[in-house]
């Protein structure tokens, strides 16, 4: 297991370890999930994978692939957790995170 696959899986525990507090009313035992800083990244060029939002770039880094790929996958509703500020997509780590790790992909929506 790499070092970004075990990385996930803590960060998704940490994550549904507090969504189930917060739904169990023990909001007290939660153990926060600290925000890499701005623009850092891990000593392999990877972003963190502990941030609340991500940029197509990182994603990109994230996916392996470019950020015109990312924005051509958020076109055909490939990825989740999409938003746009402006003209720029931002993705929520708690929903882009659990997708990746588990390496799902959508069916194309049409043959060629």
Known sequence: MSSVEAG??????????????TLHGGAAHREPVQAGALGSTT???????????????????????????????????????????????RFRGRELLPFILEGRAPSPRRSR
Not at 8 to 21: F, N, Q, S
Not at 46 to 61: H, M, N, S
């Open 8 to 21: 996930l899986r803590d960060l998704i525990r940490a994550l549904v370890r507090d969504e189930l507090a």
């Open 43 to 89: 000593p392999d060029g990877q972003p963190p994978l502990d941030k609340a939002i991500y940029t197509a770039e990182e994603v990109g880094r994230l996916l392996g692939c470019s950020p015109k790929a990312v924005y051509a996958k958020v076109s055909r509703s490939q990825l989740p957790g999409v938003f746009r500020v402006g003209r720029s997509l």
